[in-house]
Every structure is written in structure tokens, then in C-alpha cells.
């Protein structure tokens, strides 16, 4: 049985700013240009997942790591060439933030965002960089402001998304 998940339907529906969505008639100009969608042979495509949010239709979330939606790179892309003009990235930010929220974002996704919690950067300094660095006379890296970035974070609510 299909479920109407009307919370997402208005999420989506208010997040979306010029109000469009309602005109996108399927053409899938979205997907034949879609770069994810090319190499996975459609396994990834987002114009169902543009129907279906607009339909409040969540085949897209309740699991983890669900490609249907994470496969997105937000390249823009198909926003580029929808003929009505949808903002399709828009709508796939939201639905990300809502799978998140409901702890069910992939585990790269949280690792990363855990990295810059717990040291200010995505990336922390190696030291064979920082050696490599030193020997082509390039200037020493500062490190961040480890707390800083914390408190900065800790508004955001990232510290209770992140223990979910
Ligand atoms: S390109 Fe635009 S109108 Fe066409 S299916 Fe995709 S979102 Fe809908
Ligand atoms: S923004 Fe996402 S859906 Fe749009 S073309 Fe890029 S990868 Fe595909």
C-alpha cells in the first residue's frame, strides 16, 4: 500500500520558491542529462523523484544510504536545462536534509561531517604533507579554531543530528 507522506509533500511544496513544481510534465529532459544517471544506467534519476515528492509519494527515504536519493551530485545540471524551470537541486537539498534528520543519511555523509566537528577541517593535515610542504619551502598551515568551528556547528544542531 501505497502511503501519502503529506509532512514531506509540504516541506517540499514550501521549500520550493517559485512554486513550479506543479508544472514539471515528466519530459525527463532532467535525466537524459543527468551525469549519475548516464553511468548508472538509470539506477539513479531524478524525475521520479521529482514526481513523487510532488506527490508526497516517500519511496525515496526509510532507509539508509538510499541511492534513489544520495546518488544525487548536486551538479546543477538539470537544473540548467528543465524547461519549466524547477529547481530541481532545491528539492533534493531538502529531501537530503529530511533523510539526515531522520538519521538515515549515508555513513560518508556523517563520518565527513563528524571529521569537521571533531577537528575544524575535512581533511586533517598529514605530516607527510606537512613534510612535503616544509620541503618546497611552502608556508606552514595554521590549524583551525577546533572550538570555534564547534560552537559555529553546535547552533546548527549538528552535534544532536550526528548521535542519531
Ligand atoms: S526536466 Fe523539468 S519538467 Fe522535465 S521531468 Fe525534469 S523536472 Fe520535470
Ligand atoms: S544535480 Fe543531481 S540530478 Fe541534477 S544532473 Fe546533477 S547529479 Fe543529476
Not at 517540499?12 to 532532467?30: E, G, S
Not at 523523484?49 to 551530485?73: A, Y
Not at 566537528?117 to 606552514?140: H, S
Request: glycine share 4%; aromatic share 8%.
Amino acid at each position: 500500500m501505497v502511503v501519502v507522506d503529506y509532512e514531506l509533500r509540504k516541506k517540499v511544496m514550501d521549500a520550493h520558491i517559485h512554486d513550479a513544481l506543479k508544472y514539471c510534465y515528466q519530459c525527463a529532459r532532467c535525466t537524459d542529462v543527468c551525469p549519475v544517471a548516464k553511468v548508472t544506467d538509470q539506477r539513479y534519476n531524478p524525475r521520479p523523484v521529482i514526481m513523487n515528492s510532488f506527490l508526497g509519494l516517500n519511496t525515496f527515504m526509510g532507509e539508509k544510504d538510499n541511492f534513489s536519493l544520495w546518488g544525487c551530485t548536486i551538479c546543477d545540471t538539470c537544473d540548467e536545462v528543465c524547461p519549466q524551470k524547477i529547481e530541481l537541486t532545491e528539492i533534493f537539498t531538502v529531501l537530503k536534509n529530511m533523510s539526515i534528520a531522520r538519521g538515515e543519511g549515508p555513513d560518508y555523509y556523517t563520518t565527513q561531517a563528524s571529521t569537521i566537528y571533531d577537528t575544524g577541517k575535512a581533511i586533517p593535515m598529514q605530516p607527510a604533507i606537512e613534510r612535503r610542504r616544509k620541503d618546497l619551502g611552502l608556508p606552514v598551515i595554521e590549524p583551525p579554531d577546533a572550538d570555534e568551528v564547534k560552537k559555529l556547528l553546535n547552533e546548527t544542531k549538528l552535534n544532536k543530528i550526528l548521535k542519531k
